[in-house]
């Protein structure tokens, strides 16, 4: 067999400190994975469950009151503008099996091969540059100051940043559209954290009017309810944006049987009517970052951005496997900067997704 040649699983690298870290007496703050530990909304349980006698295929195009609930959902909680011509179109609405499958699979989805590049920002989510493997074209970090190469046919965007918390101004996030619609390139904006955006912060979507100028041509964006909804173990996510694109990839979708299944599709229109839980999940982790960025500054660590999301971005001025060997004998375990590029070799990524207790628990282990 010829399997597509990809790098090594990055956490499987983290083995050696995972068991020091677990060596601490009172046990690990496993802080290396961004994956909630906090309940998922009674509401959106009880929908799941409704809806347990499913026994026909689900719609791959989601069901309409799914589409109608995510169009909503975007104009009412990050002001997209919304219009017959120009605006959202529920129709151009496609659930996901999580947002990670999407962002690995978008390439091939969209035919890109062998002389199309695909950008994506120098300290990124790994599974960009996968997701350009598979389909044998070309991966390319670009720095936000940098232009994209001609040869670029999709370009990822991702603000709030997964590893930095670094939120992109709405001018910022115009100016690579039109950069990316001069190639011809397709943008896809990862806005996983968008709903995340920390106390007295603003973001904004690629499908606001004031980015995209008008026009959704040639945009998707790329949502996810396992962070704003704990929902990380139903593989929920959507894809919207440009109607076109969006018929193109449901078309291939369904030949490839990339199906959310229908109990979760009903889960999912209750979490994108209902704003109370998500404003609860935005307030903890406020108060999680409260607690742990002033710990881990007071330790001698610099937090670089960090504003937004579920992460912290710091740095010891040192090789992040030595800061995260140091963190794992406290029993602290995060992840290297390296796993999102070269340019994160100095720093380790920490994520807020631990239970209060764990997170008080950190904090003072790193006073100890």
Not at 15 to 42: E, I, Q, W
Not at 142 to 150: C, Q, T
Not at 360 to 366: D, P, Q, Y
Request: aromatic letters at 4%; a negative charge; hydrophobic letters at 45%.
């Amino acid at each position: 067999m010829r399997f597509p040649a990809l790098p090594d699983f990055p956490w499987d690298s983290l083995t050696a400190a995972a068991a020091v870290a677990r060596s601490h007496p009172d046990g690990v703050v496993d802080l290396s994975v961004g994956t909630p530990v906090d309940p998922v909304p009674t509401a959106i349980g009880e929908a799941l469950g409704a809806a347990w006698n499913s026994p026909g295929y689900p719609q791959t195009w989601g069901t309409p009151a799914l589409r109608e609930a995510a169009v909503d959902a975007l104009a009412r909680r990050h002001g997209a503008g919304l219009s017959d011509r120009e605006g959202l179109d529920p129709d151009a609405v496609l659930p996901t099996i999580g947002s990670k499958e999407l962002v690995a699979w978008l390439p091939t989805l969209l035919g890109l091969g062998p002389g199309d590049m695909v950008a994506f920002p120098d300290l990124a989510y790994p599974t960009y540059e996968v997701g350009a493997q598979l389909a044998g074209a070309e991966p390319a970090r670009v720095g936000d100051d940098e232009p994209l190469p001609e040869s670029t046919r999709l370009v990822w965007l991702n603000s709030p940043s997964n590893p930095t918390g670094r939120v992109l101004e709405a001018g910022a996030l115009a100016a690579r559209v039109e950069e990316a619609r001069g190639l011809g390139a397709v943008v896809a904006s990862d806005e996983c954290y968008l709903a995340l955006p920390g106390r007295g912060v603003v973001t904004t979507s690629v499908l606001d009017p004031v980015v995209h100028g008008g026009s959704v041509g040639g945009l998707l964006a790329v949502h996810s309810l396992s962070k704003t909804s704990n929902l990380a173990g139903y593989r929920a996510g959507l894809v919207l944006g440009d109607p076109h694109l969006v018929a193109g990839l449901l078309q291939v979708r369904k030949h490839a049987g990339m199906i959310v299944p229908r109990p979760v599709q009903e889960a999912m229109t209750v979490a994108l009517r209902d704003d109370e839980h998500v404003a609860a999940t935005r307030a903890r982790y406020d108060a999680r970052r409260d607690v742990l960025r002033p710990a881990l500054e007071a330790a001698g660590l610099r937090v670089e951005h960090s504003r937004a999301g579920l992460y912290l971005w710091a740095t010891a001025d040192e090789p992040c496997r030595a800061t995260v060997d140091r963190l794992a004998g406290r029993g602290i375990l995060v992840a290297p900067g390296e796993f999102y590029g070269p340019a994160g070799g100095a720093h380790v990524r920490v994520a807020l997704t631990a239970s209060d207790e764990r997170i008080a628990a950190a904090a003072e282990r790193l006073a100890g």
